[in-house]
């Protein structure tokens, strides 16, 4: 086996890395504190002056430091963006946004029902599961895409905007 | 350029994985993975645009199932050679699959393998149950489906435990197709080589208020296999297939209507071929958080025609479940009724069911409790009766142990009963002085003891390792219904034990390259009941390999080429018709020529023009290799 991980590294230095292509997680951690500044919310709920959007992981957390990262960077009309990692629904009530993804898919639904009636933009991932959030990342071609569901986030008084919604891979449109 | 040299140190790289895979969680890894670019600068609609790299398996959840399961992605399926679902399933380390024909396959987990002994598996397809009610067994050459809109395929190895339906005795197969709203747009595909050529097209759209609905259908020709010693078996294969599914409802109610249609033609006898179709709907529905009904019903209808025999079957079943979450239950209970009629003519031998047309009857009802003990521990406990036409009630309980301290960890143990209850085969066929009825054969049991692991040991790596014990009786004999002479009767004279081990691993060695590495073990020990004398040599044990090793390593050499290569090596199967080990390898090439199109070259049992898979003597044809040549489209 040590004679082995020469062979190994000599091969590794024959490949070189491919050009750094982000990861799927990468870019979802990029998009979602992105979200906040494409999304109205209730009067009430606008973070007041000053103070940041709660962007909340509950769950499972897929993104670590990229997450933390992405939301650092992000600065929208004064407001910055906090990252809150909570492990299930209790808590959630002060999040503007929140990823959702259970153990398990079933675990998924779950968290999105026990959010219901609340005034969360909440965020799904298609690869855990088919239970879907008002933003349902999905890959597309090699493209991290997401589908709208507008209906159920004006159920809640939320407001896309027409720029998020023109990028969607499908929308489910008010009625 | 660096191609030339890429190969050779492959084949040493992979070889040398091997080695080192056991040590490999404490070694360090050879470099640090590279941190992508700052992507916050960029604007939603470049993001949208940004090629991302495949998901690799250490970002999925860790399925708390304690069970030995191994998950087959999409990606996995789609970047890989295979052509056809058979080939799809050689990904899954805890399968034996065994090609026979150009059409036929035998599969199973955990051993009885083999055109008759392969009766053992539950293969669901989004919930439909494939298996035969004539033999128990599968015929996989009425299953064709469009491989690029699978989503999914869980293998489990050993009882299915109490949510399966019946037959889950050795293992399960659940093969899920992609939810329509993540197939819109369109996606043509085109392959072919000398031996085999395929061309299919899928189309989805939405259909308003977040619904949506794909259409597809696809049609292959595949060449004969090259005979095994003996004459040919003219087994070329040729067909279609097609279908739809739609995706209706919101996070409360979801809905699923999904239909296949088929039809192919197999060349021994002129007619010879299968047809058939398929109407499945889907309800699940959120009382709350804590609450979800599903409602499932489905009908299925085939016929095969093959050297004069003529078998159809029409299928009904309805699947109710419930679950609920309280306090530190998570419990879920429901039922299920299938019918089944059949009709069997032979002309080609004196054999005939009798009665040639019959209609069956399955009930199940089963309740299955998940305790939270500690934050850590839990225990499910579970059962299932289910009764047939051919038996009285059937108890299947089984109780496992999860322990899972982090999200990184799990360890289980299990124990389960299961059975695989009379076939129509086994009761009802018969012969005037050849063979008499088997009116008292009754279920093939199993008691099932198995531990295992899965998890994270390195943040780079997934392991699964898994040990059983299976302890059977009353399988099936062939024997001299009075002892000395004919006619024969099929009766439940064999009993023993098997045991083995299952290990798969996945390891992202470089943002670019990982290798997923397998083994499956398996040592059996059957012998014949006092006062029972097998004709069939203990067929029913199986016709099995003790190892299979696994290699497999999938390349994003650069943005656009991406390589998939495998490696397998099945060690010889013994018994009276022995079949060689071999080592067989794919692999297939595919490059991005534009955002819209890529090309790809692929091939199967690279290593010899033709090997022997199944020790089938009479049935059996050599595994050839195929290369193809192949281009994908979407718009």
Known sequence: MRAALPALAACLAAVGPARAQPTEEAVQATFLPKFARYAAWPSGRQPAGGTPFQLCVIGRDPFGRLLDAAAAAEQIDGHGVQVRRLPDERGAAACHLAFVQGRQAADTGRLLLALRGQPILTITDARAGPQRGMIHFTNLSGRVRFFINEAEAAQRGLSISSRLLALAAGVTQRR | ?????????????????????????????????????????????????????????????????????????????????????????????????????????????????????????????????????????????????????????????????????????????????????????GLIRAAAGAYEQDVGARYGFALGGGNAMRIYGHAFNRGNLPANGGATDDDGYRGWQAGFRADLGDATDQITLQGDIFDNEVDTRPEDGNRGHNLLARWSHAFDADRALRVQAYYDDYRRRF??????????????????????????????????????????????????????????????????????????????????????????PNLRLAWQPNERHLLWAAVSRAVRTPSRVDRQLQSPGMLLPGDDFVSETLIAFEAGYRGQPTARTTLSVSVFYNLYDDLRTFEYADGVGLPIQLRNGLEGHSWGVEAGSSTQLMPWWRLNLGLATLFKDFREKPGHVDLSFKDAAGHDPEVQLFARSALDLTDRLRINAGLRFIGRIGGTNPVGSYVEADAAITYRLTERLDVYASGLNLLHAAHLESSDAGTAQLAQRSLQLGARVRF
């Open chain 2, 1 to 185: 350029m660096k191609r030339r040299r890429l190969v050779p140190c492959l084949i040493g790289g992979v070889a040398a994985a091997f080695c080192a895979a056991p040590a490999r969680a404490q070694a360090p890894m050879p470099a640090p993975v590279s941190e992508p670019d700052d992507l916050s600068g960029l604007s939603i609609e470049d993001l949208a645009q940004l090629m991302v790299r495949s998901a690799s398996k250490r970002d999925e959840p860790l399925s708390a199932a304690p069970t030995s399961l191994f998950v087959l992605t999409h990606g996995d399926i789609v970047d890989a050679a295979a052509t056809s679902l058979p080939e799809v399933l050689r990904l899954a380390p805890n399968l034996g699959v065994q090609q026979i024909t150009a059409h036929d396959y035998a599969i199973t987990a955990r051993g009885s393998n083999g055109i008759a002994a392969s009766n053992k598996l539950l293969v669901l397809v989004d919930g439909r149950s494939i298996y035969s009610t004539l033999h128990s067994g599968v015929f996989w050459d009425t299953q064709t489906p469009f491989l690029e809109d699978i989503e999914q395929i869980e293998v489990i190895s050993g009882p299915g435990g109490t949510l399966y339906g019946p037959n889950a005795v050795n293992g399960v197969i659940s093969i899920v197709s992609r939810d329509a709203r993540d197939t819109q747009g």
């Open chain 2, 307 to 396: 050297s004069l025999v003529s078998d159809s079957l029409q299928t009904m079943d309805l699947d109710v479940q419930y679950n609920a979450r309280f306090g530190a239950h998570d419990l879920v209970f429901g039922g299920g009724v299938r019918t089944t009629r059949d009709a069997v003519i032979n002309n080609q031998n004196p054999l005939q069911l009798d009665p040639p047309r019959r209609r069956l009857w399955v009930y199940n009802a089963f309740v299955q409790d998940r305790v939270r003990l500690s934050d850590s521990l839990s225990l499910i406990g579970g059962l299932k009766v289910e009764e047939t036409s051919f038996t009285g009630i059937e108890l299947l």
